[in-house]
C-alpha cells in the first residue's frame, strides 16, 4: 500500500494524525533509530509540519518491549505558543488540514484538540458523564488526590457545594475592605514590575494572612515553587518542573530535574506543615478568624456534630482543595491583570473611555470617601473591558478533559481514556462571532453572545468557581489605577510564557506616574 493511502485510511478510520503513523511504521520495521529516522523524514517529506517536526527523543527497551518516545509536535506547538499570536496558527494550520477536530501527539500525550459550540457544549456540560477533567501529572502530584480538579461525578458535586458560599457575591461581601485597602498600598508602593496584590488577598481570604511578615514570606516562598511546578508544560527539556509523567520513559533523570521535583514537594510539606499549625490553633480555640479556612472546619471536620461523618471533609481533603485554590486562583488573576493592564496601554481609545467610567464614579461620591461596595458591583464597561481581555488573551487557551467513555462527536469516534482538549484560543477568535478577531474592542460584549461562544472562565459545571472573586479583584484595582496613575511600557517584547496560564513572557513592566 502507498503511504499516501495508508496515511489517509488511518486518519479516517482512527482519526490518527500523521505522528502516529510514524511511530507505526517504526515498530513495523523495528530498524535502528538512525536508520528508522531517515526513513521517517523521506516517508513525510510530502507533509510541511511534519518534516519539521520529525524527531525521535528516545528508544527505550523495557523487559524487551520497545517504547518509543516522540515529541510529535510539541515544538511547533511551544513555539506557537510563546509567539505573540499564542497557538492560534498551530490550530488553524491544522484544522485547515484535518478539520474541526485533529489529533497530535503534544506534551507527552496523544492529544485530541477540538473547537466550536457543539464541541464546547458536549466536553463542557460533560454530558453523561462522558469525560472528567484530566490534568497533567504534575497538577495531580501538585495538588494531591482530594483536589477539587481531581474529583469526579458527587464528590466533585459535594467540593463545588462548599466552596460556593464563600466564593458568592455576598460571601465575598465581607473581603471588600481588605482588598481595597491591599489595591491602594500596593499601587502606591508599585515597582511597576510584579503584581503581589492577588496573592495577598487570596492568602488572606483563605487563612487570614497578614499581609507583609514573616509568615507571609514563608507562604510566598513556597507558593512560588509550587505554583511554578503546577504550570509548567509538561516538556521534558532540562529546567521544566515536569519529569516524573514521562518516569518510564526516562533513562536518566537529570540532576536538575531531581532538584525540581524535590523542591516543590518540599514545598507542599512546607505548606501543608504550616496549615496544619493553622488548623490545629483554630481547632483549640486559640485563634478565631471569619475566613474560609474556618468555615471548612466549622461545618465539615470530622468530630464536629453537625451532619454524619461521611459526609466531612478530612483535613487531608481540605488542604488540598485549599491548595487548590490558591493554586487556580492566584496565576489566573495575576495574568488576567497583566494582559488588562497591557490592553489598555495599546488601545488608548479604550482606556480613555474606561478612565471616565471610573472618574464618573469618583465625581458622584462625597470627597474623603473611598469606593463602595454598591459602586464597585456597578462598572459596566469595566466589566467588558474584562471580558474582552479574556476573550482576546485567552489565559487558559485549552480546556481538557479525558473521555469516560467512548463517543462520536462531528462524525469522529472519540476512545476512552484520549485526552480531549477543548481548544478555545480557535472558539475566542471565530471571526464569525468576533469580527476582526485580533482587535481589542469591549464594544463586542455590548450585545449577548450566543451561548458557548465566549468562555472566558469557562461553562458547566465546572465553571471557574472563583469567578466573582476575580473580578471583584480586578475592578478594584483597575478603578485606583486608572483614577491616579498614567503608565508606559518599559520594553516592546511581545512574546509569551510557555506555561499553563498563559502570561506575556516579560511580565510587561511599566514605569507608573500619577496623573
Ligand atoms: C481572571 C481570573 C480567572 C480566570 C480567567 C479563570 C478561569 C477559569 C476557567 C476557564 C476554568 C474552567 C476550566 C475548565 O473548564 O477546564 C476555571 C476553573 C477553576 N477556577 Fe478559575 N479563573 C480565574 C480565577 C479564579 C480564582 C480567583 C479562583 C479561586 C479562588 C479560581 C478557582 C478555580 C477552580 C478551583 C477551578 C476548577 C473548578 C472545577 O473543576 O470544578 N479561579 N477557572
Redesign the pocket.
Known amino acids: 500500500m502507498q503511504t499516501k493511502e495508508l496515511m489517509n485510511l488511518m486518519r479516517k478510520h482512527w482519526l490518527l494524525s500523521d505522528v502516529y503513523i510514524e511511530i507505526i511504521i517504526f515498530i513495523e520495521l523495528g530498524a535502528s533509530l538512525r536508520a528508522t529516522k531517515l526513513r521517517l523524514l523521506s516517508l513525510t517529506i510530502d507533509s510541511k509540519h511534519l518534516a519539521l517536526d520529525s524527531g525521535i527523543l528516545a528508544l527505550v527497551i523495557e523487559n524487551g518491549a520497545q517504547h518509543v518516545v516522540h515529541h510529535g509536535e510539541s515544538l511547533s506547538f511551544l513555539s506557537d505558543f510563546s509567539s505573540p499570536s499564542g497557538i492560534c496558527s498551530f490550530m488553524h494550520k491544522r484544522q485547515q488540514r484535518y478539520g474541526k477536530v485533529f489529533k497530535s501527539f503534544v506534551l507527552g500525550r496523544f492529544t485530541v484538540f477540538m473547537t466550536g459550540r457543539e464541541a464546547s457544549k458536549i466536553l ?1 456540560t460533560g454530558k453523561d458523564g462522558m469525560v472528567s ?1 484530566n490534568l497533567f501529572y504534575t497538577g495531580q502530584q501538585v495538588l494531591g488526590p482530594n483536589s ?2 481531581q474529583a469526579n461525578g458527587e464528590t ?1 458535586k459535594r467540593l ?1 457545594r462548599l ?1 460556593a458560599d464563600p ?1 458568592s457575591i455576598d460571601g465575598l461581601k465581607k473581603y471588600f475592605h481588605f482588598i481595597n485597602t491591599q489595591a491602594i498600598e500596593t499601587l502606591d508602593q508599585w515597582s511597576g514590575r510584579r503584581i503581589l496584590f492577588t496573592l495577598k488577598v ?1 492568602g488572606n481570604m483563605i487563612m487570614s494572612l497578614e499581609p507583609s511578615g514573616e509568615e507571609q514570606e514563608k507562604f510566598r516562598a513556597n507558593f512560588k515553587v509550587i505554583s511554578s511546578s503546577f504550570s509548567s508544560l509538561p516538556f521534558k527539556i532540562p529546567g521544566t518542573a515536569f519529569y516524573r509523567g514521562m518516569k518510564r520513559y526516562i533513562i536518566r533523570i537529570t540532576p536538575y530535574q531531581c532538584l525540581a521535583m524535590r523542591r516543590s514537594v518540599k514545598a507542599r510539606d512546607s505548606m501543608f506543615a504550616m496549615l496544619d499549625s493553622i488548623i490545629a490553633k483554630r481547632r483549640n480555640g486559640e485563634v478565631i478568624q471569619q475566613d474560609f479556612l474556618e468555615s471548612l472546619i466549622i461545618k465539615h471536620s470530622k468530630g464536629t456534630n453537625t451532619a454524619d461523618d461521611e459526609n466531612k471533609l478530612t483535613d487531608k481533603q481540605m488542604k488540598d482543595n485549599i491548595l ?2 490558591l493554586v ?2 492566584h496565576d ?2 495575576t ?2 491583570l497583566t494582559w488588562l493592564i497591557k490592553f489598555l496601554g495599546e488601545n488608548p481609545a479604550v482606556l480613555e473611555q474606561l478612565r471616565e467610567e471610573h472618574l464618573q464614579i469618583k465625581a458622584s461620591r462625597n470627597v474623603g470617601t473611598d469606593l463602595t461596595w454598591s459602586e464597585v458591583n456597578n462598572m459596566p464597561y469595566t466589566n467588558k473591558v474584562l471580558s474582552e481581555t ?1 476573550r482576546r488573551a485567552t ?2 487557551p485549552w ?2 478533559r479525558k473521555a469516560a467513555q467512548d463517543f462520536e462527536i462531528d462524525g469522529y469516534n472519540i476512545k476512552k481514556g484520549w485526552s480531549v482538549n477543548l481548544d478555545v484560543v480557535s472558539i475566542h477568535h471565530d471571526s464569525e462571532t468576533f469580527p476582526d478577531p485580533e482587535k481589542f474592542d469591549p464594544s463586542r460584549f455590548d450585545a449577548p453572545l450566543k451561548a458557548f461562544s465566549y ?4 461553562s ?8 466573582n ?2 473580578k471583584l479583584e ?1 475592578c478594584i484595582f483597575i478603578h485606583h489605577l486608572v483614577c491616579k496613575y498614567k503608565w508606559r511600557a518599559v520594553e516592546k517584547d511581545d512574546s509569551v510564557q510557555p506555561t499553563l496560564v498563559r502570561m506575556p513572557k516579560n511580565k510587561y513592566p511599566v514605569m507608573v506616574e500619577p496623573l
Request: with cysteine; proline share 5%; net charge positive.
Open positions: 463542557l477533567l477539587l480538579l466533585h463545588r466552596i466564593l487570596i487548590t485554590l487556580a486562583g489566573t488573576t495574568a488576567a479574556l489565559i487558559l480546556y481538557s468562555l472566558g472562565f469557562g458547566g459545571p465546572r465553571m471557574c468557581p472563583g469567578m472573586l476575580a480586578i
